[in-house]
């Protein structure tokens, strides 16, 4: 299990600038949160500059090697919540054998609603990033995603697609639903990349 860099609670430096901490958990997102009658007809498209596209059921990835991760995650809008453990399967597991091009720099992710999020492959393929389907012991709840989500703990929460349905690899960097908005094209919270006009 990886819990990051051990840092206690009161270490200022687990908390990146102006940053809180929350013991709550918030939710937020745009759009609407979806409501899956029969899970068996969800999956997961996994496509773009690939060999082997594929499509990933429930129950494929499920049967999946499973991972523990522990971290901190920050939303741009202020608050950070400490101590997450997550379970899921790991991004490098999850296309090791579909055959990435040389040139599939970047992700989109795509969630329900059209809802997108772009991150560089490098941050994707870390070693702490994850699609989650428990959070803290449980099964996600509709609001924080279920039934898998993006998590990638290093850049603020924005990037973490809730309700994930689609992973695209691109050569170019092409902006999500926030990052046309202003969001960060990266968004690493040490380094307070939240907009592009800051
Ligand atoms: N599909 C989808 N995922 C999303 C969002 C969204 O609007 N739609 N919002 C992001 C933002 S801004 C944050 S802070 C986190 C919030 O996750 P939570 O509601 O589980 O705390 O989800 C991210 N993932
Ligand atoms: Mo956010």
Partial sequence: MYFGKVK???????VPPNQHVTTKFPVLHAGNVPNYEDISKWD???????NHPKRFTYKDLMEMKQIDQG????C?????KLDNVWRGISTRELVKDLGLHENAN????????GWTTNL???????????????????PLT??????????FPHLYFWKSAKWIRAIQFTEHN?????????YHMNGDPWKEERFTWD
């Avoid at 997961?44 to 690939?50: A, K, P």
């Avoid at 741009?76 to 950070?80: D, L």
């Avoid at 509709?142 to 998590?151: D, K």
């Fill in 174 to 182: 092409h902006p999500g639903f926030w990052e046309r908005n202003g």
């Fill in 142 to 151: 509709p609001e924080h995603g279920f039934p898998f989500r993006a998590v």
């Fill in 106 to 113: 970047y992700c989109i992710l795509h969630a329900e609603e």
């Fill in 8 to 14: 206690s609670k009161g270490d200022p430096n687990r």
């Fill in 71 to 74: 971290n901190d995650i920050h």
């Fill in 76 to 80: 741009v809008t202020g608050w950070s």
């Fill in 44 to 50: 997961l498209q996994v496509f773009g500059l690939l």
């Fill in 120 to 138: 560089p492959l490098d941050d994707f393929l870390k070693e702490t990033s994850l699609l989650a389907h428990s959070h803290n012991g449980e």
